[in-house]
């Protein structure tokens, strides 16, 4: 079942979503729009020089995801059918702010943490060694959004703040995030809060650092319930591989009227 279709049955969200994203056909997957990154996507190992820090934070460079630039209103969901769709669009991406001494600040289902790391390596980077200086950090749901167990969007959202501002003091120039969401189907208390989190992370979180942020969503797992509210709470967002400009994003202090409204 395709989920922006289903999706679009949830009226409760407003409007109907973009053209449906079509699930890979015969085993095929989708594949990214890209092109040649500063510094390559395939290459010898990157570890972290201080002073090459230095001179990015000095001058930072351009952010791309799906081979396009990333500019202004960073926070992006995007929604994949397989994880090689995902690595496809998201380790370039990576790897290219690792080039550029971004700190890279990854929050996955830890089933997946080893076969991550192991993508990151073939991508030419030394996770090993990024870890140990600091650059790289990798992150398991417990050790993030689910600590003691539960979902605490103020609590979570504070903590964030704190290791945002702490990545500044350290002296990267921008940290990148990339986050899989599944957290969220977890059967704990507060997971339900993700739509209003989402929406909150831009005044709390985005409007302060502006750090590239890529919310990934398993498009077999999610509802469309949840699919709608991602459209209505990321500026941008993938489909298909190819980033957008996403003209149902609603600013959030008129979302959260909305919420408030509804309930």
């Known amino acids: 079942m395709d989920f922006l279709v289903a999706a679009g049955e949830v009226t409760q969200w407003g409007s109907p979503p973009p053209s449906p994203l079509p699930a890979p056909q015969g085993g095929s997957t989708v594949t990214a729009r890209t092109r040649t990154l500063p510094g390559g996507y395939a290459g010898s190992t990157t570890t972290l020089l201080g002073e090459r820090q230095a001179e990015m934070s000095e001058h930072p460079q351009d952010v791309h995801l799906a081979g396009v630039p990333l500019e202004r209103n960073r926070h992006v969901c995007a929604f994949f059918y397989t994880p090689e769709e995902e690595y496809t669009v998201m380790l370039p991406f990576i790897k290219e702010g690792i080039d550029q001494a971004d700190k890279a600040f990854h929050i996955v289902d830890p089933a997946r943490r080893t076969e991550l790391l192991r993508q990151l390596e073939q991508t030419g980077i030394d996770a090993d060694a990024l870890q140990q200086s600091g650059q790289l950090e990798v992150h398991p749901w417990a050790d993030a959004h689910l600590r003691g167990g539960r979902f605490d969007q103020d609590t979570w959202l504070a903590f ?9 003091v350290q002296g990267f120039p921008r940290t990148r995030i990339w986050s899989n969401q599944e957290w969220a189907l977890a059967d704990l208390p507060g997971v339900q809060d993700i739509v209003e989190y989402e929406c909150r992370w831009n005044s709390y ?40 400009e996403n003209p149902y994003y609603v600013p959030p202090d008129e979302f959260l009227r909305e919420l408030r409204q509804r309930h």
């Open 205 to 244: 979180i985005q409007a302060k650092y502006d750090n590239p942020t890529v919310c990934v969503f398993d498009v077999n797992k999610h509802s469309g319930d949840v699919m709608m509210g991602m459209l209505r709470t990321h500026p941008k967002v993938i489909i298909g591989g190819i980033l957008h």
């Open 160 to 168: 964030v703040d704190e290791t945002m501002a702490s990545h500044k």
